[in-house]
């Protein structure tokens, strides 16, 4: 009697799975084809996108020979196909150019494309800070302290990556503008920062000194005045 309820319950599980393979037997089978397809797809995109960016960084490294053997018209011409290239080949093919103006002694041009670079929020924000670092390094041949100022005191933070190179530039540019204690209080900073790079540290000690000679001839003239 028992196999007779067993055979019944078997049918009914059956029949109810017949049900609902008939019911959901196609979504089924339908969602095993996309998952399948899907993965396939994606894989496929990873390649593609991997292709392409292999492409613009054989593409970039040959804009930046052209670059380095002084042919700026060839190297122009790649950076700007780079324009639509994967990852940060854009943002570094646009900074890679404003520095081949200034290397072709477009000075001015080059500062408007480094100061709008820096500006350019679509980069990512260490590249802003190394577009403005670099029109301050233009701007400190050509412009007053203020407007350097304006550019890279941001860069001067304690924590700051760019820290370093901002406060020489300022202390440069004060200097050459006659704010000697400008300069003192920036060079301060830099000597009294344990992370400043030795190469900076040298470089500001030369400042130091050459600031303290021409400050001891002015105080003996003073003092020469005086008596």
Not at 202 to 219: E, F, P, Q, Y
């Amino acid at each position: 009697m028992s196999d007779i309820f067993r055979e019944v319950d078997e049918d009914i599980r059956q029949e109810k799975f017949r049900r609902l393979w008939t019911r959901f037997g196609p979504w089924v089978i339908g969602l095993a084809v996309l998952i399948v397809v899907g993965t396939g797809g994606y894989r496929g995109w990873l390649y593609w996108q991997e292709q392409r960016s292999q492409s613009a960084g054989d593409k970039f490294f040959e804009a930046v020979a052209f670059s380095e053997a002084g042919n700026y018209v060839d190297a122009a011409t790649i950076y700007g196909e780079l324009e639509t290239a994967v990852g940060g080949y854009p943002a570094i093919s646009r900074l890679r150019q404003a520095t081949d103006l200034a290397n072709e002694g477009k000075a001015e041009e080059a500062l408007s494309q480094f100061d709008a670079l820096s500006r350019d929020t679509s980069m990512a924000a260490a590249l802003r800070d190394v577009a403005t670092l670099r029109a301050g390094y233009i701007a400190v041949d050509r412009e007053d302290y203020s407007s350097v100022a304006d550019r890279v005191e941001k860069l001067t933070g304690d924590t700051g990556p760019f820290r370093a190179a901002a406060r020489e530039l300022l202390a440069l540019s004060a200097w050459k503008n006659g704010d000697i204690k400008t300069a003192q209080q920036w060079i301060s900073s830099l000597e009294d920062d344990q992370e400043t790079p030795s190469d900076v540290s040298r470089r500001v000690a030369l400042l130091a000194d050459v600031i303290r000679a021409k400050s001891g001839s002015a105080n003996e003239g003073n003092e020469g005045t005086n008596q």
